[in-house]
């Protein structure tokens, strides 16, 4: 509450500072403003008296008897603020990488990480959480994955090529594929230590394009070792 300085009936009469501050008007013609104290009392006392009011700034010029609700208008603009944060996207992985096979599963995953701000919105200090909750796997052949909540997770290298996970992708046909991971993050901030609250909306985040260069394999039988012929089928000076 906002609390008259030097009111006649107030503890702080006998300020030597009392008459010191005055509050002429913002523009001609319009009204005073009021020097007051700003005071605080805890929320769990329903009916605060007098000695539960503690100042907490001033004395200050009060030019509206209803002061501006800086809740509702940091809650007004705290999705566009969560917006323009520097979240980190996140990063696409892919076992094996970057070279695949065609016709074997390549798992893909990420490592998701809960990031945390500190800001200053209208003066008040803001705790900001971003959470991610979903993602899509684009595997840049056309194909998708999500939104889907499973982040994916790394497999042993023996089982890269036989192994199927949630998140793995069969590439059809060999080429270079640019792949993408789009992360979905959820917010909530607290206000001056408050309660977390949850921020309505979301911030969708894309990877740059990671390339995947799928390859295929061929099988022959061979009557030398690359030792005993170099220029042998499947040999590296082999034509």
Same mark, same amino acid.
């Given at each position: 509450m906002?609390d008259? @300085?030097c009111?006649a009936d $107030?503890?702080?009469? %006998?300020?030597?500072?009392?008459? &010191?501050?005055?509050?002429p008007?913002k523009?001609?013609? &319009? #009204?005073?403003g009021?020097?007051?104290?700003w %005071? #605080?009392?805890? %929320?769990a +006392?329903?009916?605060?008296? *007098?000695?539960?009011?503690l100042?907490v700034?001033g ?5 509206d008897?209803?002061? #501006?609700n800086?809740?509702?208008?940091i809650?007004?603009r +705290?999705?566009n603020?969560?917006?323009? /944060?520097p979240?980190?996207? $996140?990063t696409?992985?892919? !076992? ?6 065609k $016709?074997?599963?390549t798992?893909?995953?990420t490592t998701p ?5 500190? =800001?200053t919105?209208?003066? !008040?200090h803001i @705790?900001l959480? &971003?959470?991610p909750?979903?993602y ?18 790394? +497999?042993p290298?023996? !089982? *890269?090529l036989?192994t199927?996970?949630r998140?793995? @992708?069969t ?5 270079n ?14 206000v001056?230590?408050?309660?977390? =609250?949850?921020?309505? $909306?979301? /911030?969708t =985040? ?5 390339t +995947? @260069?799928?390859w295929k394999? #061929?099988? &022959? ?6 030792? !005993? ?6 040999c590296?000076?082999?034509?």
């Open positions: 906002a008259t @300085h009111r $107030g503890p702080d009469t %006998k300020d030597p500072g009392c008459d &010191a501050l005055t509050c008007p523009t001609p013609g &319009a #009204e005073e009021t020097p007051v104290i %005071k #605080e009392a805890p %929320k +006392i329903t009916n605060p008296g *007098w000695t539960d009011w100042p700034s004395p200050t010029c009060l030019y008897t209803k002061p #501006e800086v809740l509702a208008n809650a007004a +705290i999705l603020d969560f917006r323009q /944060l979240i980190n996207p $996140g696409l992985q892919s !076992q094996p990488s970057p070279n695949t096979l $016709g074997g599963p798992n893909f995953y990480k809960q990031q945390t701000f500190d =800001l919105i209208l003066g !008040q @705790h959480t &971003a959470t909750t979903n899509t796997y684009n595997y840049g052949d056309g194909t998708t994955l999500g939104p889907t909540p499973q982040a994916g997770y790394p +497999i290298q023996t !089982q *890269w036989t199927n996970t998140n793995s @992708h590439y059809t046909q060999t080429g594929y640019p792949t993408t991971l789009t992360t979905t993050y959820t917010g909530t901030y607290s001056n230590n408050g309660p977390p =609250l949850p921020i309505n $909306g979301t /911030l =985040l894309t990877t740059p394009p990671t +995947i @260069h799928v394999t #061929e099988k &022959a039988l061979v009557a030398d070792t690359c030792d !005993q012929n170099p220029t042998s089928w499947g590296p000076q082999a034509k």
